[in-house]
């Protein structure tokens, strides 16, 4: 069921888990300030309403640059500030490639699927 719809990306609650999936196709200089707007609102939301447990499916973003990565980390960041569990799925492989060359390839749990995804909150 989707609970929440931006510019940027629409957020579908399954079961306990929040699902953040990207519509942008950039996280770049340009595109940075609307998403990472829209998305911190998001976590003033998610961080006041329970258990947080995102999953942050990026399958339609097809580019990223430090920005985009920045803004990643420091979305992890808050979500763990707050003993929320972030994992990243669908994820294109240059944005991989990006995260990889940067360090940050190993700092965000991942997995190949949404439902894999979902399911691994279930198993831990």
């Given at each position: 069921?989707?609970?929440?719809?931006?510019r940027s990306?629409?957020?579908?609650?399954?079961?306990?888990?929040?699902?953040?999936?990207?519509?942008?196709?950039?996280?770049?200089?340009?595109?940075?300030?609307?998403?990472?707007?829209?998305?911190?609102?998001?976590?003033?939301?998610?961080?006041?309403?329970?258990?947080?447990?995102?999953?942050?499916?990026?399958?339609?973003?097809?580019?990223?640059?430090?920005?985009g990565l920045?803004?990643?980390?420091?979305?992890?960041?808050?979500?763990?500030?707050?003993?929320?569990?972030?994992?990243?799925?669908?994820?294109?492989?240059?944005?991989?490639?990006?995260?990889?060359?940067?360090?940050?390839?190993?700092?965000?749990?991942?997995?190949?699927?949404?439902?894999?995804?979902?399911?691994?909150?279930?198993?831990?």
């Open positions: 069921m989707t609970i929440v719809s931006t990306f629409y957020v579908d609650q399954v079961q306990d888990v929040t699902v953040v999936c990207f519509t942008v196709s950039s996280i770049i200089d340009s595109t940075y300030e609307f998403v990472s707007d829209e998305l911190f609102e998001f976590v003033e939301y998610v961080t006041s309403n329970g258990p947080i447990q995102v999953v942050l499916d990026l399958s339609s973003v097809r580019q990223i640059d430090d920005w920045a803004m990643l980390r420091a979305f992890h960041e808050t979500i763990e500030s707050n003993a929320g569990t972030v994992i990243l799925c669908r994820i294109p492989q240059n944005v991989s490639d990006a995260l990889n060359d940067v360090g940050l390839g190993r700092w965000f749990q991942t997995c190949k699927t949404r439902g894999e995804a979902i399911q691994s909150f279930s198993q831990a």
